[in-house]
């Protein structure tokens, strides 16, 4: 591990190295059950979407919020495109960066931030190159992340689990985060942040990144292609008995 970085670790206040949350047994155990009845539907394991150096994934992710898969995709290539690497973009002019990424959600908001997370990864590294991360747990190394301005939990996991790292962390995106709602995994008024812990929780602590990336995907899958943010198509959804919010919906004239 870089110095810098050691140094940055250890002046991690406790509480942002916890990872931890109660673990609710009934919340486990049908956590458990939706990935069993979900994995044989979308075919796990399922494959990864992409091999990107952490540092990429980290770019990549900051393009993903809110924005559509094929959107982010073209904005990351057209990056790599104009520029020969991660150090060119912090010297590159935010006007410049805003217009070679104005196919995502608020390019005006992620053209500063990805420049200055990049910058901010190179002052404490020395260097943009997050590959020692390997060498610490997931606790540690999403703190490391996080505590950096504009990296949240969504972010800080998927650098850990969609990269060449393949460390065993969990995001949850808009379509995990509803599904979750809906069965009761998580409540009503928990925004998505707070629910990496609760969702994490209630998997169990041995499970590999395949694992985890798997329930990820399936949970995501589902929301993208039955439980729709509008009109969730509960008459073909394989979890409809243990869905509250579909014995809701049915109750009503």
Avoid at 28 to 41: E, I, M, S, T, Y
Avoid at 160 to 182: E, I, N, W, Y
Avoid at 227 to 251: F, I, K, M, N, Y
Wanted: hydrophobic share 45%.
């Amino acid at each position: 591990m870089p110095i810098a970085a050691d140094r940055a670790v250890a002046a991690l206040p406790a509480r942002r190295r916890s990872t931890s949350a109660p673990i609710d047994p009934d919340a486990a155990a049908k956590a458990l059950a939706v990935h069993a009845r979900l994995c044989p539907v979308y075919g796990c394991p399922i494959p990864y979407f992409h091999s990107l150096d952490p540092l990429s994934e980290l770019v990549s992710s900051l393009l993903s919020h809110r924005t559509r898969n094929a959107e982010s995709g073209r904005a990351f290539k057209a990056l790599r495109a104009r520029y020969p690497d991660w150090d060119a973009v912090i010297d590159a002019k935010v006007p410049e960066i805003q217009a070679i990424i104005a196919g995502v959600t608020w390019p005006e908001l992620k053209a500063p931030r990805i420049r200055d997370v990049l910058g901010a990864v190179r002052a404490r590294c020395g260097t943009l190159d997050l590959a020692f991360l390997a060498g610490m747990d997931v606790g540690t190394a999403r703190a490391w992340l996080e505590a950096i301005p504009g990296i949240g939990p969504k972010t800080s996991a998927a650098v850990l689990a969609f990269s060449t790292l393949r460390m065993p962390a969990l995001p949850v995106d808009s379509h995990h985060h509803r599904v979750a709602q809906r069965l009761g995994l998580i409540g009503p008024r928990i925004d998505v942040g707070p629910s990496h812990a609760i969702l994490r929780a209630q998997l169990p602590a041995d499970w590999s990144a395949q694992d985890l990336y798997d329930n990820h995907e399936i949970l995501m899958l589902h929301g993208q292609q039955v439980c729709h943010h509008r009109r969730p198509a509960c008459g073909r959804c394989v979890l409809v008995d243990l869905c509250p919010s579909a014995a809701l919906s049915a109750r009503e004239p």
